[in-house]
Structure formats: structure tokens, C-alpha cells
């Protein structure tokens, strides 16, 4: 149901956002939050407003996998994920005039190479499943 998309989000929420505050006060990062967003040079609205915004839409993507789950199946969430993965860098170097640097080609080569295993394995799986149903059926027509 729709409100078991809805727990499944809030219950992976509140576990995550309790890990990043843990981490975020026993490394004592939580000190120089103030200093971080005065330094911004958007300005602090800015720096609150890309937060949120990320926040957002980290919440949106969560509940869009999970109802891709539970509308479809799991091969199908994941698929959208894998082909997502490679769009990210390229998106963040156009919108935020970030540098294609060396890291951002090694993600996206990484990405777009478990994109590609991932089909490959899938056709492999197919394959393997055709064969075998192959052989059923031609056991079944030597028996008949």
C-alpha cells in the first residue's frame, strides 16, 4: 500500500539522518557549521536553500525508487538507478558550473560500467533461461 512506501521512507529517513548526526557531533564538525555557511559566497539564504533543496529531493528520489518498487519490481527501481548514476557529475558541472575533473570522469566511467555489467548480466540470465526452457520443451516433444 502507499502507506507502506510512505514508512519505508521515513523509517530509511530517520535512520540516516540519526548516522549523519551521530557522525556529525562525535567528529565535532558541528562546530564550524556557523563558520561553513558564513564563508559561503552565495550567502547564507543560499547555503540554507541548497540544503533544503537537496534534502528535498533526496526524499523525492526515495519515495520515487521505493514506489517503482512497489509498482513494478526491483529490477526495474534499479535499473532507473544505474542509468541515473552516470547523469549526476554531468548535471552538477552544467548547473553549478563545476569542473569536469578527473574524479567526476572516473564516477561516470564507473557508473556507466556497472550500468553496462548489469545489462550484460541481465541478457546473460535471459539467455541462460530461453536455453533451458529450450531443452524442457524439447525433452517434453522426444517423450511425446
Known amino acids: 500500500t502507499f502507506s507502506a512506501v510512505i514508512d519505508m521512507v521515513v523509517y530509511q529517513s530517520l535512520v540516516s539522518s540519526c548516522v549523519v548526526l551521530i557522525g556529525l557531533f562525535a567528529s565535532g564538525e558541528w562546530k564550524t557549521l556557523t563558520s561553513e555557511m558564513e564563508s559561503y559566497r552565495l550567502g547564507k539564504v543560499s547555503?540554507?536553500?541548497?540544503?533544503?533543496?537537496a534534502a528535498i529531493s533526496m526524499q523525492v528520489y526515495t519515495i520515487g525508487a521505493v514506489g517503482l518498487i512497489f509498482e513494478s519490481s526491483s529490477v526495474f527501481s534499479n535499473t532507473i538507478s544505474a542509468v541515473g548514476l552516470p547523469i549526476v557529475p554531468v548535471v552538477a558541472v552544467i548547473v553549478f558550473n563545476d569542473e569536469m575533473d578527473a574524479s567526476k570522469i572516473f564516477s561516470i566511467i564507473l557508473a556507466i560500467w556497472g550500468f553496462l555489467s548489469f545489462v550484460y548480466q541481465h541478457y546473460l540470465d535471459e539467455k541462460k533461461l530461453k536455453s533451458c526452457h529450450k531443452n524442457l520443451f524439447q525433452e517434453e516433444d522426444s517423450r511425446a
Open 47 to 53: 547555503y540554507v536553500m541548497t540544503l533544503a533543496s
